[in-house]
């Protein structure tokens, strides 16, 4: 079942913060994100297992509501490389690969 | 390189032609994964392998799909009779266990 992924697209000034969500209509073992600018390849940002954690790395944070079957990615002071199209990979069991989200298009300006 | 390596990244084919691509995992991964996108969607799940065994196949891959890791390293997708509609990114990634997937860059498939 492909989680559903808000908003479809927005744009940021450099400096200015973002939350994009994902959300499952099934129970998740994980949520995993990803980046991928166009043409290239998605790129690893950060999982979360079910046990309701936040994480984070630099400005880039997520968090994840096992009951709520909810993922929120937090993007800080966002930087012009923070460009690109967001998604969320749901994992429903531990070993069972992932659902991706439509994404979320995120582009910063100057 | 020790990414995960996709051949060829572009593929031009005729409608009816069998296409086949390739995928080589980072060396030590016993998992690898096959998706497809198309252009603003997320990569969909097509199928994925532990070791040489092939544990997964989405409804999405019909019977003109097929995938095989021989020796549990590198992995090949073969499409038979390619229609228009399989035209996509294809994706390989690989992961160690259950650790997060590393991707490719993709095959882009267009079928005329």
């Known amino acids: 079942q492909q989680p559903v992924q808000s908003p479809q697209a927005v744009i940021l000034r450099e400096g200015e913060d973002a939350v994009i969500n994902c959300s499952s209509s099934?129970?998740?073992?994980?949520v995993h994100w990803y980046r991928q600018k166009h043409g290239e390849a998605p790129i690893f940002l950060m999982i979360?297992?079910?046990?309701?954690e936040q994480k984070g790395h630099d400005k880039i944070s997520a968090s994840f509501n096992e009951k709520k079957q909810q993922s929120s990615l937090y993007l800080t002071a966002s930087q012009l490389s923070y460009s690109g199209t967001y998604f969320c990979?749901?994992?429903?069991?531990?070993?069972?690969?992932?659902?991706f989200g439509k994404g979320t298009s995120l582009l910063v300006t100057p | 390189d020790t990414g995960v390596s996709q051949d060829p990244r572009h593929k031009i084919t005729k409608r009816g032609q069998n296409v086949t691509f390739r995928c080589d995992p980072i060396?030590?991964?016993?998992?690898l994964y096959w998706y497809r996108q198309t252009l603003g969607q997320g990569p969909e799940f097509l199928t994925y392998?532990?070791?040489?065994?092939?544990?997964?196949k989405s409804r999405l891959l019909s019977d003109r799909f097929s995938a095989e890791r021989p020796k549990g390293s590198f992995s090949t997708l073969e499409i038979q009779r390619t229609e228009q509609g399989d035209s996509a990114m294809y994706l390989c990634?690989?992961?160690?266990?259950?650790?997060?997937?590393?991707f490719g860059q993709g095959t882009r498939l267009t079928v005329v």
């Open positions: 990634a690989s992961s160690l266990g259950l650790a997060e997937p590393f």
């Open positions: 099934k129970a998740l073992y994980s």
């Open positions: 979360l297992l079910k046990g309701g």
């Open positions: 990979g749901t994992e429903s069991n531990s070993g069972y690969a992932l659902n």
């Open positions: 060396s030590e991964h016993n998992r």
């Open positions: 392998f532990q070791n040489e065994a092939q544990l997964e």
